[in-house]
């Protein structure tokens, strides 16, 4: 079968966690992917991993997607390489941090990587998801949008952007054959700095945590049946109807408490001058 026959799905930030457990989900119904991330000599060994086991295509495209022109250039290579009828925005970055300790580069790659990537290489692949008779968009957010989450601050702020973005989309496209639909997951212990930060929480809220791979399960299953939102698991349901029914300065005043314990003793990313850092040192900088 020619590639142009063919349907794929686009992951980014596929070579771990959540995107990876996603990937798995997709190839084990039977759909070819293409996987970006961070260059990643891993990223290949699982697509050729994925391909044997469930004989499926997975094409990568490693790069730093926060450069300016590569949400550009990953569209342009998906548009003239491959049918794209399912686009899953996945890669995203945040930590805790007290903005007042912040590096500016910190900030700037959660603006760019969470808002920025997310938003262009929607609008640009919208044109190319539209052309089959049914297609979806699915946005990773997280359960942090629905929360004022001081120590965070930009983090939760870019995910209710993610939010709002996905529901707006998804009445706008209301007619066309894109669903588009908005995952709003708890915790999960996808990486090494969320596992620190978990074992510095308390007892209750390390039981919110879970696994990435129950988690794709739940968004791939939602996905493909048009919901519009999923926060998956029992309990982050229940923590999102508290944090619903809270006031804002009521849940302000709890959440700083229950998350300045993440903040590890005297961490600071701030540098000594104001110049920007470098790619380089920012992706050491925001690892989730
Ligand atoms: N973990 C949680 O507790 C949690 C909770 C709620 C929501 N989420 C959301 O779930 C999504 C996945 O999170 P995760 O915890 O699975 O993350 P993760 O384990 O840190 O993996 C992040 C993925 O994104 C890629 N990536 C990072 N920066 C990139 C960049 N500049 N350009 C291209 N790719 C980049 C990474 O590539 P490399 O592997 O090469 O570094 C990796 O594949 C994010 O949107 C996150 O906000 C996570």
Known sequence: ???????????????????????????????NLILASLPHEGLHLFGQALEKKHNVEVHCYETDLTHPEEPYRLARWVKQNFPLNILINNAGVGSAMPIDNAAPAYIDNILQLNIRVLSLLTCLLIPELKKHRRSHILNVGSLAAFGPIPFKTVYPASKAFVNAFSHCLRSELRGSPVRVTVLNPGAMLTNSDVTARNSRQGWLQRQLTLSPEAAARYAVDGMLRGKRSIIPGLLCKLSYWLMRLTPNVIQSFLLARVFQKEVPAQQSSKPADIEPASGEKLIQLHKN
């Open 1 to 31: 079968m020619e590639a142009r026959d063919k349907k794929y799905t686009l992951i980014t930030g596929a070579s771990a966690g959540l995107g990876k457990a996603i990937a798995k989900e997709c190839a084990l119904r039977g759909q």
